[in-house]
């Protein structure tokens, strides 16, 4: 038997030509009430095409982004209605959309209802003739709950397209994103590593485990490293072409996450590109001014003030039952170096002073029974790069002694001693990176400092790169592996299976359910944790 949300999703399927191939309507008869004005003007195939599809990010119980991307100038038009069949249509004009921001654009649509479905059209408008517009995509989503604790299901993973193991027509593209897709969540986290900047996807590679030959769909902007804008647009662009992903888009509304590749990688204020002869342009901030403003192009984020453009970390509140706290573990780091010392300065910071602080504020005040920290990176690792521009003279929250600290992990220690100190509960960690998935628990009964509470990591990952052999982990903070599955020899293809995903579930009884995924769909490992109470 169908619930009332598979009735009405159905309904839309077939009132609206939601095309499921690509996520885009671009039939006469799946025609808007608004595009129906334009069929005596121009066909439809003469105007401007949305062959990007459209994204929703950062949904909140009474707003969402909605991003689309026109193939020139046109003003952005959003229909939405909370009813499959559209009949109550109503009608929001968006920014145009210019070549300035490579003719992406977005509509913050606000007012809507908590909990609710919302069914979206999408078009654009040429500046100059009001009856022409563009095909019509189309998709839906939920909004997060406000005060009713419901269930919540959500999904997270990283790293798009690297190592050169690109869009494969031949397996039917980046098919992970279908097998999420079917999962129905409410949204998905994406880690960091949206994009391989830094790797040349080639028509050809060599499976080197099979002998095989796999074969790239590529575009130009893809087959050399980025070290222009228009470089590093096109691999947004390029990903988009998968269709898979287009059709994930329309239905799954992104938490968008940032790492290295994005830009190059393991880049800090203090990369030296003087060796590598991939790269003409060795200005690293030239690199990172451009993969940052193409990044905030494509990615389906929410802009904060003027003077905060480019930040990338955030929370957003889902309820009662979960509050995610995405963080930016990049931008705030300086020059990499042998991170190694013994007292915490400017050259030790790795979220940044200001980024800590928020995150701790933020912890403290939160309500919710889960509070989840979305990271580009697993605590365990603690690779010994990364300081930060900001200086924090004392770091007095662990300043007891308790255990052994170096380098970066200055910051992660006041962290989790604040988390115990102001008896935080119910952090659980998200993140990717290493190219295989893990379930870590960090316990201080194991680990060199001891100042915190014990709490879970999940690690996921790739969605479509090469897998890698497992990490070895610090142990400052004790991490315990309960389960891994990685690959046993570097940068094995996708069609090694080797392709991963996690799916959390959190009952309206506020247990959460933790599965690991292959990429079909298959479970590989399960960890249920009750909510602590104080």
């Not at 809507?112 to 009856?131: C, D, K, S, T, W």
Request: glycine share 8%; aromatic share 12%; net charge negative.
């Amino acid at each position: 038997m169908l619930n009332e949300y598979q009735k009405s999703r159905r309904t839309f399927i077939k009132t609206a030509g939601f095309a499921l191939s690509a996520g885009v309507v671009a039939s006469r008869s799946g025609l808007s009430s608004l595009a129906s004005l334009s069929l005596n003007t121009t066909e439809i195939t003469d105007q401007p095409q949305l062959q990007y599809g459209i994204q929703f990010g950062d949904v909140l119980s009474d707003r969402a982004i909605i991003w689309s991307r026109a193939d020139g100038p046109g003003k952005m038009i959003v229909e939405y209605s909370f009813n499959a069949d559209f009949r109550d249509l109503k009608v929001v004009q968006g920014p145009l959309a210019l070549e300035d921001t490579d003719y992406t654009a977005r509509i913050d649509l606000t007012g809507l209802p908590a909990g609710h479905e919302v069914f979206i059209r999408v078009m654009f408008q040429y500046p100059n003739n009001h009856q022409a517009l563009s095909e019509v995509n189309s998709g839906r989503f939920r909004t997060a709950p406000d005060h009713e604790a419901k269930n919540i299901r959500f999904l997270w993973s990283g790293d798009t397209c690297g190592q050169g193991w690109g869009i494969n027509p031949d397996i039917g593209g980046m098919r992970i994103y279908e097998t999420m897709r079917l999962t129905d969540p409410d949204f998905f986290i994406h880690c960091g590593d949206s994009i391989y900047a830094d790797c040349p996807i080639q028509e050809t590679l060599i499976v080197h485990e099979t002998g095989e030959v796999w074969r790239n769909l590529v575009i130009p902007e893809v087959s050399k490293v980025a070290e222009t804008l228009e470089e590093f647009r096109g691999r947004y662009k390029y990903n988009l072409l998968d269709h898979n992903l287009r059709r994930f888009n329309a239905e799954v509304p992104t938490i968008w996450l940032w790492d290295d590749h994005e830009v190059t990688n393991n880049w800090s204020p203090s990369k030296d590109l003087e060796d590598d002869d991939r790269y003409a342009e060795k200005n690293i901030a030239d690199l990172v001014s451009m993969g940052t403003l193409a990044a905030l192009e494509y990615a389906p984020i929410r802009y904060y003030q003027s003077n905060e453009g480019q930040r990338i970390y955030r929370k957003l509140p889902y309820g009662p039952l979960l509050e995610i706290f995405a963080l930016d573990m990049r931008s705030f780091r300086g020059a990499n170096n042998y991170n190694r010392q013994d007292q915490p300065g400017i050259d030790t910071a790795y979220l940044g002073l200001e980024q800590l602080d928020w995150l701790k504020d933020g912890l403290k005040n939160s309500t919710a029974v889960w509070k989840v920290i979305a990271a580009d990176m697993p605590i365990g690792l603690q690779s010994r790069d990364g300081v930060d521009q900001l200086n924090r003279p004392q770091f007095e929250s662990f300043a007891n002694g308790n255990g052994p600290v170096s380098g970066r992990e200055f910051e992660m220690a006041e962290l989790l001693a604040f988390v115990k100190q102001e008896k935080i509960e119910n952090m659980v960690w998200f993140t990717a990176d290493v190219h295989y998935c893990a379930a870590h628990y960090y316990d201080p009964g194991k680990a060199e400092f001891k100042n915190f509470e014990p709490f879970w990591e999940f690690v996921s990952g790739p969605l479509n790169a090469g897998s890698f052999s497992p990490h070895q982990l610090d142990n400052t903070f004790g991490p315990q592996v309960i389960f891994q599955k990685a690959s046993p020899s570097p940068n094995l293809s996708p069609l090694s299976g080797l392709q991963f995903f996690g799916q959390v579930d959190i009952d309206n009884e506020s247990v959460m359910t933790v599965v690991l995924k292959d990429i079909e769909g298959n479970t590989l490992f399960t960890q249920t944790i009750y909510p602590s109470t104080i």
